[in-house]
């Protein structure tokens, strides 16, 4: 099983990023993006269900973010747009098997961390 993150950057305030995560290995019943900026706890950023296309955001992403199905197979796009210098952190591409949930502990496989850097 192999999570393969891309599309970070460095960007200013007020601009977008679209972060790819590519899945190989198996199939998932969730795919999410999770986000660590230096000093604080990961923090769920969105999720996307494959079976219903259900979506699930945190507030502070809600309105400016989007999860949805990438044109590749088993792709998950993450449109980040109206980019604030607080969206900077380390994004993480995960999927899940079991439940939903917006913890961490819900996802079992996890991919390498892509940086973005939103300056003000």
């Known amino acids: 099983v192999q999570l393969q993150a891309s599309g970070g950057g460095l960007v200013q305030a007020g601009d977008s990023l679209r972060l790819s995560c590519a899945a190989s290995?198996?199939?998932?019943?969730?795919m999410g993006w999770f986000r660590q900026a230096p000093g604080k706890e990961r923090e769920f950023v969105a999720a996307?269900?494959?079976?219903?296309?259900?979506?699930y955001y945190a507030d502070s992403v809600k309105g400016r973010f989007t999860i949805s199905r990438g044109n590749a197979k088993n792709t998950v796009w993450l449109q980040m747009n109206s980019l604030k210098p607080e969206d900077t952190a380390v994004y993480y591409c995960?999927?899940?098997?079991?439940?939903?949930?917006?913890?961490?502990?819900?996802?079992?496989?996890w991919g390498q961390g892509t940086q973005v850097t939103v300056s003000s």
């Open positions: 290995g198996r199939t998932f019943l969730h």
């Open positions: 995960a999927a899940s098997s079991g439940a939903m949930t917006r913890s961490q502990s819900t996802f079992s496989f």
């Open positions: 996307f269900t494959w079976s219903g296309s259900t979506t």
